[in-house]
């Protein structure tokens, strides 16, 4: 295939969905390729997304950013499950503002939490795949 495009995809399976602040993510990455394909690596990540405007123009900036290798550089095979954990970081704090004008100074909240797993190809389009997670704070309300 050209540049990787249409060679199969990921699957993100989760325990569960909805975590705590500090809580561990486990889950599987299932790779669904068509063939045997050589990559650099297979990670997965877990971070929020916060809308971020200046001016005219928006941009989307990543915010507690976790990071890991599941398997390093080899051929992976169709119908491979690899296992993975992520800490859900314990330094997320986004106290609900109180008042107008609080509102209007406060710390922009994420829009989402996501675990994004990726197939790094040499010389090819990475195949990406991720899934949005809820997260909370220690009373249980959704950050």
Do not use: C
């Not at 889950?27 to 971070?47: I, P």
């Not at 398997?71 to 095979?77: D, K, V």
């Not at 296992?83 to 989402?112: C, E, H, M, W």
């Amino acid at each position: 295939m050209v540049l990787g495009i249409g060679e199969g995809s990921v699957e993100i399976i989760l325990d569960k969905y909805s975590f705590a602040i500090g809580d561990t993510i486990n889950g599987k990455v299932n790779l669904k390729l068509n063939q045997a394909k050589k990559a650099n690596s297979l990670r997965v990540e877990f971070y929020g997304e916060i809308l971020k405007r200046s001016g005219k123009s928006n941009h989307i900036q990543r915010v507690h950013h976790v990071k890991a290798e599941i398997s390093g550089e080899r051929h992976y095979q169709p119908g491979e499950s690899l296992s993975f954990s992520l800490k859900v970081p314990s330094d997320i704090n986004y106290p609900k503002p109180q008042g107008f004008i609080a509102t209007l100074l406060a710390k922009p909240r994420p829009q989402g939490w996501y675990v994004h797993a990726s197939l790094n190809s040499p010389m090819q389009f990475d195949i990406n795949k991720r899934v949005k997670v809820m997260i909370s704070d220690a009373q249980g309300k959704p950050i």
